[in-house]
């Protein structure tokens, strides 16, 4: 009676474990398809995940990769129609990319990603897309891991911004990744040096691995040039820590 009650539990558990591997191969064959499912093309050879974000279409990044109705679709057809009567589609997209920067700066969110949304329609292989798309999906929707992933893929694409590195580093800072917002923005200040953004988030990068006398010599570079709100705060806090007189 033992015997049969032993080799009864034996059964059982070769079958649990048999079970469990089962499931295990079956949730990673389901990551692994979902993972490959979640990449779309959205220029010619450049792809990124496929993330939607609690607003409207149109206030998304590539208006959130929804299925566009036939009315949407015209619409989407007559604009680029009537873009190409105005001359060129670049140049139409220059103007759209100017425009989204132009409301990211006034923190105008929604109408900052139609503008980028229109300029993707009609040039969608344009870096200035990906890092207003980029700079929206962290300063909007928090999420930073997916703005790190549209900045790399700006930083590949043509008609780079020269703010691009400045402005991947300020993120890399967020993300709590200060050597690496350091290498990046020591170049964006030699890409933009009058941009005092850039300047700012160098003397935080320099002052959190432990190099305050570049920070305060930042600092004084930033203290020359004009300052967004944002970075006024940020550049009295790097005083304030570094010790800066």
């Known amino acids: 009676m033992l015997r049969q ?8 558990q070769t079958m649990r474990r048999h079970m469990t591997r089962w499931l295990l191969a079956l949730a990673l064959l389901g990551m692994t398809n979902a993972a490959r ?33 036939a009315e949407q679709q015209k619409t989407d057809a007559d604009f680029l129609a009537e873009s190409d009567k105005m001359g060129s589609r670049e140049a139409v997209s220059a103007a759209a990319i100017e425009r ?11 109408e900052a990603t139609k503008r980028f949304n229109q300029a993707w329609l009609l040039a969608p292989e344009r870096s200035a897309i990906y890092q207003g798309f980029a700079v929206i999906s962290a300063a909007r929707f928090g999420d930073l891991e997916y703005a790190d992933e549209l900045f790399k893929v700006a930083l590949r694409q043509p008609k780079q911004r020269r703010t691009l590195k400045a402005d991947y580093g300020r ?35 320099r002052l959190q691995t432990g190099d305050a006398a570049g920070a305060c010599a930042a ?12 970075a006024m705060i940020d550049l009295l806090l790097l005083k304030r820590q570094g010790a800066c007189h």
């Not at 009650?5 to 059982?12: D, H, N, S, T």
């Not at 989204?100 to 929604?110: E, M, Q, T, V, Y």
């Open 100 to 110: 989204g920067w132009g409301h990211l700066d006034r923190g105008n969110f929604p």
């Open 5 to 12: 009650e032993g080799a009864r539990r034996k059964q059982v």
């Open 219 to 230: 600092a004084g570079e930033a203290n020359k040039l004009k300052l967004s709100r944002g």
């Open 171 to 205: 993120l890399l800072l967020k993300a709590k990744r200060p050597a690496a917002a350091k290498a990046i923005l020591e170049e964006g200040v030699r890409d933009a040096p009058d941009f005092a953004d850039g300047w700012v988030s160098l003397g935080l990068a």
């Open 37 to 69: 499912a979640e990449m779309v093309e959205v220029a010619p050879g450049v792809t990124v995940t496929k993330k939607t974000f609690p607003a409207r279409m149109d206030e998304q990044p590539f208006y959130g990769f929804a299925e566009k109705t």
